[in-house]
């Protein structure tokens, strides 16, 4: 039988604010365990919360990016439950009133394009970090986490396969990146998802019974536990089983997931209104002084990138789908009158640089200008291709300029056409066989030659004068 | 409103709170009595077109502006721990 | 001359005349409760070397003719749910018996800026829930009129160690009626102020729409200047007001001509002690012989604020309560398996019994299932009942009524009747589900000399008026704020 899969997800970003939801505390990621703290975000006795008012206009914002209607009207719940990383035993979220709902975000698999529906986005404070201690029988509780605000995005089931799910992934993270709502570095939790899935046979109506697999915090796993979900519950069906709706967790690194086999079903949050914080109206006024914060968005950025720069489309999909990336290529190309080499550096080695070093985009070592003067250098010759791959490394490691990298390491393009004739008469003189071969008609031969030739320049010698130069001296002979 | 021995055990299991078998026993009948005494009465009213009233302050948009204030001490925030090690918390393994 | 038995206001006083000096109003208050709180039993901590390190330094300022606050130099005691830096915050309960916060709550923060001088911190029912303090962890405190009586609460301690001139005053809480009704008790002046007109910042919660720190003083210009100290808003607290905080002694004036008070006949009838009736009619004849307009009002839905009270304070309590888990602060049990069972003893262990009702009572309320029904519905009521009050104060400025159908009762008299001690509150609690402020003054004795309470109720924000309506009677009748606890 063919199935249908059919996914949503709940997605939580860490928003960018510099002090926490409800205290002033730092929201800086890291730092000494329990150093980021204050009464109020450590639940002791008394204290009260206050709602930073940036937490509302970062929510709005996105709420705005994503099609959604805001709320004039919201207020905020208490969601109750006992966890060590939570340490007034409640959650301060929304419940019944968030402060957006029914937006959309469109995404474009194989060249069609569709419509995700967004059923809500609400404020709600993170938690604390337990440190499990492997060895012993006790865990470390360390709340710098708690009380960071974070959006929590719902889904329409609308997504059918992992590839649209992974579209709209990356598409809510440009938006959220965009904006400025979230630095969204997945690595340091600022951006997770649940997954919540179901198949039925192709053709049924109703939905089947899903099961939710929670915090996958890279784009790789929500990918994997997708699909490998979507396998386990069709293999279930096959083997007439049943589905049980429950939460279950993805093991990435044994490609399964496994039922967390807790008392899920004995969960009752008793949600109810937060009597220490006073509601939230959005009035027009605000909601335009908001709506008019929200910069460029991706798709109109790209738009843009194809007219101003004259990158292919497929480039200018690919770097605006994250706003660091196109903001790097935006402050390179400005500098440069070479766009589309811009465009190759980033898509090409930029891009593998991140992926070896896991770093974010954000986080690059190199600026713009060093690489819109490591093009130019190439496009005025100072330079070769090759050399500017190590000159490349060199800035990664160093941030120094390409420039100063050239001058220091004596990479310059040899030039002086005496200098590479020297070379050349050294080379054919030096391999007679090769000589031979190209006399008799082998012209491949001549790529060996030059090869010899760039090793004894250390790739310095200016590639056409090297063939020109090669050319003449063999015809002489 | 009948009120049974398994109510208050599933209340106790959700509110985290450990009875004795008498603590069960007496305040299985206490609870019957506040709550069929407090439901009784105020389903005597009408409340069919009355909004539920959460606040009686007729205030909104009171916020923080975005701005670092200094954490205290880690001391300060441990002092009161019952057990505590490495700057942290300590509470028995959580299993997941 | 006996120091502790002048009032704030005349300390403050003398202390400025140099009459004596705050290390010996505070030493003789030091001294009285040496006396009297192992019979009393009003302060879980009393803080000797602090008070004296406070005093000494206040009587250098006053020494060197420095700008002197309201109440420099004045002793006072502190609920023990309010917190204090570096100073135990039991809230009567063995959960929070080790608890010592870093932080001072806004209340205690404004008194000491305003030279108050801090005795200790007192007994109070655990986390303030119950009527006769006899639910504390710490024992029960007694009633300085007669010690076989509860002194009312749950601020049971701020009340007695007023009335036994152990505190020139007390900050307590009052959520349901606690101050006022204690305060009626131990025959003291309480003022339950408006809701948000006095920061909760470390008030320990317990029912957070309608917990307010409260005043307990000798009488009505003490009350009006704590206000004055504690008052305004605070930009920790989402939920107090700026609302112009007025000067509340500008009301200390005899004046009730054309003031126009409101009887509501429901408050006058049911279980209500006949003396207690009588002594609060008689207040009301005092108020129309100087001038003030009464008229019989109607309040019918008074008998449904008891129950809305107890579903919405059991709820919101549940959850306040939900942090006491062992791992942060206060008590954690000595042997457990795991961490649901640490959670499960420690909590078991560290609450007593009608704290554990409440929480379950709350747990219930809220549950799937059965929000709508009574959690929801009580909100309903609640808006019913602050819709009344409104209308109401379309007619009248101030609503007279007994604080307490009764006076003092006896210890253990209604511990085994639940909703009999419930019905203490049913005369203060429509006023913190409506928002409302209130005073408690006292009006007489009954029968067995004990005091009675009168409650004037005034609109949010108009504590100028309750107080100025209680000045004046206090004033033409003499008050009772000078009681002598006869010890």
Not at chain 1, 87 to 99: E, G
Not at chain 1, 248 to 274: C, I, L, N, Q, T
Not at chain 1, 424 to 447: F, L, R
Not at chain 3, 208 to 214: E, F, G, K, L, P
Request: contains cysteine; glycine residues 8%; aromatic residues 8%.
């Amino acid at each position: 039988m063919e199935y249908e899969v059919v996914i949503g997800l709940e997605i939580h970003a860490e928003l960018d604010t510099r002090s926490k939801i409800y205290c002033g505390c730092t929201t800086e990621f890291g730092g000494e365990p329990n150093t980021h703290c204050c009464p109020i975000c450590t639940g002791m006795p008394g204290v009260l919360p206050v709602l930073n008012k940036t937490v509302v206009e970062y929510a709005v914002r996105a709420g705005l990016a994503a099609n959604c209607a805001i709320s004039s009207f919201s207020k905020q719940d208490r969601k109750n439950y006992f966890y060590p990383d939570l340490p007034k035993a409640y959650q301060t979220s929304q419940y019944d009133l968030p402060l957006c709902k029914n937006g959309y975000l469109e995404i474009e698999v194989d060249g069609s394009v569709k419509k995700i529906g967004i059923t809500r986005i609400h404020i709600e404070e993170d938690a604390g970090k337990l440190i499990h201690d492997e060895s012993g029988k006790v865990s470390y509780v360390d709340y710098n986490r708690c009380g960071v605000p974070l959006i929590e995005i719902v889904t329409e089931p609308d997504m059918r396969s992992s590839a649209e799910v992974k579209a709209f992934f990356e598409k809510l993270k440009s938006i959220l990146e965009y904006t400025s709502v979230s630095d969204c570095k997945m690595q340091e939790g600022s951006l997770r998802a649940d997954v919540n899935l179901s198949v039925r046979p192709k053709g049924q109506k109703e939905f089947g019974t899903r099961t939710e697999i929670k915090n996958l915090n890279s784009v790789r796993a929500i990918v994997r536990a997708v699909d490998g979900e979507a396998r386990r519950q069709i293999s279930v069906l096959e083997r007439n089983g049943v589905i049980v709706q429950e939460t279950r967790r993805w093991d990435d690194e044994k490609g399964e997931s496994y039922s967390m086999r807790d008392k899920e079903e004995a969960h009752d949050y008793r949600y109810f209104p937060e009597p220490d914080l006073t509601p939230v109206v959005v009035d027009e006024a605000w909601l335009d002084k908001i709506r008019s914060s929200i910069p460029e968005l991706p798709d109109e950025r790209r738009k843009r990138f194809i007219a101003e720069y004259g990158i292919p489309a497929y480039d200018a999909a690919f770097i605006t789908g994250s706003k660091p990336l196109a903001d790097f290529f935006e402050a390179a190309a400005k500098e440069s009158k070479n766009a589309k080499a811009i465009s190759n550096w980033i898509m090409g080695d930029v891009m593998k640089k991140l992926n070896d070093t896991g770093l974010e985009p954000l986080d690059m070592p190199i600026k713009p200008e060093s690489l819109s003067r490591l093009v130019s250098l190439i496009d005025e010759n100072v330079i070769s291709g090759k050399i500017a791959k190590q000159v490349f490394e060199i800035m990664w490691d160093t941030g120094e300029d390409p420039a100063d990298i050239v001058e220091k390491e004596g990479l310059k393009v040899v030039t002086d056409t005496e200098e590479i004739r020297s070379i050349v008469i050294q080379v054919i003189s030096a391999n007679p066989k090769s000589v031979e071969d190209y006399k008799s008609g082998k012209t491949k031969a001549i790529g060996f030659l030059v090869g010899q030739i760039m090793r004894e320049t250390k790739g310095k010698a200016d590639p056409q004068a090297v063939n020109r130069l090669l050319k003449e001296e063999l015809d002489k002979l | 409103m009948a009120i049974t021995k398994e109510d208050i055990e599933r209340l106790a299991d959700l509110a985290r709170l450990n009875l004795t078998p008498e603590e069960i026993e007496k305040l299985t009948g206490d609870m019957e009595t506040i709550i069929n005494y407090s439901m009784n009465k105020l389903n005597e009213l009408n409340t069919d077109d009355v909004l539920p009233m959460e606040h009686v302050l007729p205030i909104s948009n009171v916020f923080r502006e975005d701005i670092c204030e200094k954490s205290f001490d880690r001391e300060e925030i441990l002092k009161n721990a019952p057990e505590k090690a490495e700057g942290c918390f300590l509470v028995p393994k959580v299993v997941e | 001359m006996e120091l502790t038995k002048l009032t704030a206001c005349k300390a403050a006083d003398k202390i400025r005349k140099k009459e004596f000096s705050v290390p010996e109003l505070t030493q003789a208050y030091l001294d009285r409760i040496g006396e009297l709180n192992e019979k009393i039993g009003a302060y879980i901590t009393v803080c000797k070397q602090d008070a004296g390190k406070q005093a000494d330094n206040i009587q250098k300022k006053i020494d060197n003719n420095g700008e002197l606050p309201l109440l420099a130099g004045i002793p006072a005691g502190i609920s023990d749910n309010i917190c204090t830096s570096g100073v135990l915050t039991s809230c009567g309960s063995r959960m929070l018996s080790n608890f010592v916060p870093p932080y001072d709550a806004t209340a205690v923060k404004k008194l000491s800026q305003n030279g108050a001088v801090m005795l200790g911190k007192l007994n109070m029912d655990e986390f303030a829930m119950g009527s006769s303090n006899e639910t504390s962890w710490y024992g029960q405190v007694k009633n300085p009129l007669d010690y076989g009586r509860v002194p009312g609460g749950s601020s049971g301690g701020a009340a007695a160690a007023v009335a036994s001139q152990m505190a020139c005053f007390a900050l307590g809480s009052d959520t349901g009626g606690s101050v006022r009704l204690a305060s009626s008790f131990c025959g003291v002046v309480g003022l339950k102020p408006t809701y948000g007109a006095v920061s909760r910042y470390g008030l320990v919660a317990f029912a957070s729409s309608m917990d307010q720190i409260a005043p307990v003083t000798r009488d009505v210009a003490d009350c009006a200047a704590v206000m004055n100290s504690i008052a305004g808003h605070d930009p920790l607290d989402s939920t107090s007001r700026d609302y112009g905080h007025e000067d509340y002694t500008l009301s200390l004036k005899s004046d009730v001509k054309g003031l126009k008070i409101g009887l509501p006949k429901e408050y006058f009838s049911g279980g209500i002690q006949k003396e207690v009736k009588e002594k609060v009619l008689d207040a009301a004849k005092v108020f129309e012989s100087l001038g003030a307009e009464i008229e019989e009002i109607s309040l019918p839905l008074l008998e449904y604020a008891l129950p809305a009270y107890y579903i919405i304070s059991s709820a919101e309590a549940s959850s306040n309560l939900a942090q006491y888990d062992g791992i942060k602060y206060g008590y954690r049990t000595r042997q457990f398996e795991d961490l649901v069972d640490l959670y499960k003893k420690t909590r078991g262990e560290g609450f007593g019994e009608e704290v554990k009702r409440r929480i379950l009572v709350g747990t219930y309320v809220l549950g799937a299932g059965n929000y709508d029904a009574c959690y929801n519905k009580a909100l309903k009521v609640k808006r019913m009942i602050f819709e009344e009050y409104q209308n109401a104060y379309q007619k009248v400025e101030v609503i007279l009524v007994p604080t307490a159908p009764s006076t003092a009762f006896k210890i253990g008299e209604k511990t085994a009747d639940l909703l009999d001690m419930y019905l203490n509150d049913v005369y203060t609690v429509p006023v913190n589900l409506a928002g409302l402020c209130a005073i408690s003054v006292p009006c007489g004795f009954d029968s067995s000399g004990l005091p009675v309470g009168m409650q004037l109720i005034g609109k949010p924000y108009d504590e100028g008026t309750i107080l100025r309506a209680a000045f004046t009677y206090e004033k033409y009748t003499g008050g009772n704020g000078g009681i002598d606890c006869g010890i």
